[in-house]
């Protein structure tokens, strides 16, 4: 049997529509969404359906949206299609989807799930609205030359840094708003094709995020965390993991460390993963995939067939 890794996007694959078709032809996944609508205290369906998309991409709002619909979706194709689901020997995600590959991998029940994805957005949106910042995507150079553009850019005091190493040639950048939009022009001079504003609230995985880090440490002390039946890879050191203590501290380190994505995925063929699924929202992580290696199978489950 083809060992096939899972993968869950992370904020930025929200968008107007995400889980609908799922709620409407399978009766599983509009459950999903009632339980977390509970949890949560508003209509989750509604709003990943109809928006608005302002608020959907709100950060306390986007991540138990994606955190939902990657679970919700991952049901469905348990119920569907199951052989796609027990070929899957690990799991990995995109920031906050790595939340949900705990969740799947049953390190986390669900409504603590999104309970704790709710929480960790909340702290991060506080955190963001302390000081202006953002996320920008770097298309076209390498992370060595694109460390030295930051440290061109920046200016004393200001924070700007390579934050999620995504693929060559695609890595995303996060820091003060003044110092990206300074990146812009130094980026360009240096090679880049492009500088691509992301659709997020702050500077996540800098240190901009620390006020977040004592919120999220207190929730994932209340929250029952268990060993995983299959083995997570962190974003924070792309190895795999299962130790429920190991992967507390570890989404701890998670909002204030870079992303190591591309490492993540090279890791994962390394240890005998043969081909990916990539669950949820978007089509975002399989184009990580193609940039990574190209020869790498790869499928997809979540978006309207």
């Keep these: 049997m083809t060992s096939v ?13 995400m889980g609908s078709w799922l709620c409407e032809q399978h009766a599983s996944a509009k459950q999903y969404f009632d339980r977390a609508s509970e949890v949560l205290g508003y209509d989750l369906a509604s709003l990943c359906s109809d928006g608005p998309v302002e608020q959907l991409n709100e950060t306390e709002f986007s991540q138990p949206a994606l955190f939902v619909a990657g ?14 689901i027990e070929s899957i020997t690990a799991a990995a995600g995109l920031s906050l989807g790595e939340y949900t590959a705990v969740c799947f991998a049953g390190g986390l029940g669900f409504e603590d799930g999104v309970r704790l994805v709710q929480r960790r957005g909340q ?6 609205n302390a000081v202006s910042s953002g996320m920008a995507s770097v298309i076209g150079l390498d992370l060595d030359v694109l460390q030295g553009v930051c440290d061109e850019a920046r200016q004393d005091g200001e924070v700007l840094q390579p ?8 890595i995303a950048v996060s820091g003060h708003k003044v110092a990206l939009e300074r990146l812009v022009p130094v980026a360009e001079n240096a090679g880049a094709m492009k500088v691509v504003p992301l659709s997020v609230a702050g500077a996540f995985h800098t240190a901009l995020m620390q006020p977040a880090v004592e919120a999220l440490v207190e929730a994932l002390q209340e929250m029952p965390i268990a060993d995983t039946q299959i083995p997570v890879y962190s974003n924070v050191d792309a190895i795999p993991h299962q130790s429920a203590a190991e992967i507390k501290d570890l989404l701890s380190r998670q909002v204030v460390g870079s992303v190591l994505w591309e490492a993540s995925i090279r890791q994962m063929v390394a240890d ?4 990916f699924e990539e669950v949820g929202t978007g089509r975002v992580l399989r184009g990580t995939l193609k940039r990574i290696n190209r020869k790498l199978p790869s499928d997809g489950f979540g978006d309207q067939p």
């Design 163 to 170: 934050a999620n190493l995504l693929c060559p040639g695609n």
């Design 71 to 84: 679970i919700a979706a991952a049901e469905v194709l348990r119920e569907t299609q199951p052989e796609r």
């Design 272 to 275: 005998g993963i043969e081909k």
């Design 5 to 17: 890794g899972i993968l869950f996007p992370g904020q930025g694959a929200q968008a107007v529509g």
């Design 123 to 128: 702290a991060m949106q506080a955190a963001a």
